[in-house]
Nanobody, 115 residues
């Protein structure tokens, strides 16, 4: 059974930083394309960042230069380091695993940026 479990969400002031983590089980993590998505209130889920099995990364324009996606294959863990956070970054953040024949999602972690 595949499980993706996010952690690290919370409340942070504008300009602050936060790190999300996602631990996977039941998948060949090191060979899996991993990504972060988010859904702000009243909007559709949007892609945030991707990291390949070769550590190639891509970012949405809205977060490039502020967010960093990394992976620790030894711990089956995906991270999203978020810096210079803005109120518009407030959303539920989801971990995503793409194994081509199957897609998996975590349960989500709430991130709220507010003073």
């Amino acid at each position: 059974q595949v499980r993706l479990v996010e952690s690290g969400g919370g409340l942070v002031q504008p300009g602050g930083s936060l790190r999300l983590s996602c631990t996977g089980s039941g998948i060949d993590f090191s060979r899996t394309l991993m990504a972060w998505y988010r859904r702000a209130p009243g909007t559709q889920r949007e892609w945030v960042a991707t990291i390949t099995a070769y550590d190639d990364t891509r970012y949405a324009e809205s977060v490039r230069g502020r967010f960093t996606i990394t992976r620790d294959n030894a711990k089956n863990t995906l991270h999203l380091q978020m810096s210079r956070l803005k109120p518009e970054d407030t959303a539920i953040y989801y971990c995503h695993a793409d194994q081509h024949t199957a897609q998996y999602w975590g349960q989500g972690a709430q991130v709220t940026v507010s003073s």
